[in-house]
């Protein structure tokens, strides 16, 4: 049963993983807690964004390129909406579920090596 348990945590830890290393939140500048899950071209550690607006992107960075969020071609997963509208409940979770990959991995760890000091292979002989 621990086996099970163990390979349950393992397939949760690295769909999770997945997840936050393909998709971001971008915040939009100018109002309050207007975000979008964006999925990234690429995969990264970077998850909360700042969208800002295209003129201060190019003020602020003069001769570069726009981000990858602000291109045509980026893929919105999820529209978030203004918490001053109604509350989302989406980013809170996404939040939380970025939390909790890292306790996952740990719990992972920790369980396969009590299973490793446990089997047999390691017990001490007389």
Same mark, same amino acid.
């Given at each position: 049963?621990?086996?099970?348990?163990?390979?349950?945590?393992?397939?949760?830890?690295?769909?999770?993983?997945?997840?936050?290393?393909?998709?971001?939140?971008?915040?939009?500048?100018?109002?309050?807690?207007?975000?979008?899950?964006?999925?990234?071209?690429?995969?990264?550690?970077?998850?909360?964004?700042?969208?800002?607006?295209?003129?201060?992107?190019?003020?602020?960075?003069?001769?570069?390129?726009?981000?990858?969020?602000?291109?045509?071609?980026?893929?919105?997963? +999820?529209?978030?909406?203004?918490?001053?509208?109604?509350?989302?409940?989406?980013?809170?979770?996404?939040?939380?579920?970025?939390?909790?990959?890292? &306790?996952?991995?740990? &719990? +992972?760890?920790?369980?396969?090596?009590?299973?490793?000091?446990?089997?047999?292979?390691?017990?001490?002989?007389?």
């Amino acid at each position: 049963m621990q086996r099970r348990w163990l390979f349950l945590i393992a397939v949760f830890a690295v769909a999770l993983t997945i997840l936050y290393l393909m998709t971001a939140r971008v915040f939009l500048e100018g109002a309050l807690g207007d975000n979008h899950l964006m999925l990234k071209p690429y995969p990264s550690f970077d998850n909360g964004l700042g969208g800002g607006e295209e003129g201060t992107w190019a003020r602020a960075h003069p001769g570069q390129p726009p981000p990858w969020w602000q291109s045509p071609d980026a893929i919105r997963l +999820l529209d978030g909406g203004s918490w001053e509208e109604e509350p989302v409940l989406w980013p809170t979770f996404y939040m939380l579920g970025y939390l909790l990959t890292p &306790v996952l991995w740990l &719990v +992972l760890a920790v369980g396969g090596l009590r299973r490793l000091i446990r089997s047999q292979r390691f017990q001490p002989r007389p």
